[in-house]
């Protein structure tokens, strides 16, 4: 995929790309093409412009969220949830996948799903170690175009875009670089997030 998107004042966002949702106890659809995909784009995003062709990568942001569950979530159906258990703290179920961990530095790792009460699909108050939020982090960048990837799109992705748009900012989903639950519910979600203002790229 050719990311025909200015890189001025752009952000990448991983959302959830953890091992319960590519293999382990949520595993959606479509896991492996949707890293690879995440791996072609990060590839042209940090690609050198540099003429002497020194080998060195120039620097784009990429922020990552992370679902990060106590073991007795809410959404978990041993409470009464919807959802086997996932991503509990602690456990591989909740890790980055190794090939894009490499990238992902600490401060723009943003958890969400840490309170047992709540389900939070949304990543957009995710929270960094720091206590700032995703959203606020992209503000003090001074960020504007929100590139994102990522499990699922019928959940976490999709109300992830939505409160960016809401927040003002211009969020793109990249469709080759994302998973899903339903495929149903993936290109349903697709439409809806098109007739809101999301670009689906
Ligand atoms: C998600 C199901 C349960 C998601 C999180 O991030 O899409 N889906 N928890
Ligand atoms: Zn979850």
Redo the contacts with the bound molecule.
């Keep these: 995929m050719n990311v025909n998107i200015p890189k001025k004042d752009c952000a990448l966002v991983v959302v ?1 790309m953890l091992y319960d949702f590519i293999d382990g106890s ?1 595993a959606c659809q479509e896991t492996d093409q949707a890293v690879a995909g995440t791996l072609r784009v990060i590839e042209e995003l940090t690609a050198g412009t540099d003429p002497d062709n020194s080998g060195i990568r120039s620097i784009f942001p990429i922020l990552f969220i992370r ?1 990060h569950h106590p073991a007795n979530h809410c ?1 978990f159906v041993e409470q009464g949830g919807p ?1 086997p258990p ?1 991503c509990v703290q602690g456990t591989r179920g909740a890790e980055i996948h190794e090939r894009l961990a490499p990238y992902a530095a600490e401060d723009l790792c943003f958890c969400k ?1 840490e309170d047992p009460e709540k389900e939070q ?1 949304s990543g957009f108050e995710g929270k960094n170690p720091c206590g700032q939020s995703l959203g606020e982090v992209l503000e003090l960048m001074e960020i504007r175009n929100v590139l994102i990837c990522g ?2 799109t019928e ?2 992705v999709r109300n992830t875009a939505e409160d960016l748009l809401k927040a003002g900012f211009k969020p793109t989903v990249l469709t080759d670089c994302i998973a899903y639950v339903d495929a149903q519910g993936h290109r349903d979600a697709l439409e809806a997030m098109e007739k809101e203002g999301i670009h689906c790229l």
């Design positions: 959830d949520l679902d959404s959802w996932h799903g699909y499990i699922a959940y976490c």
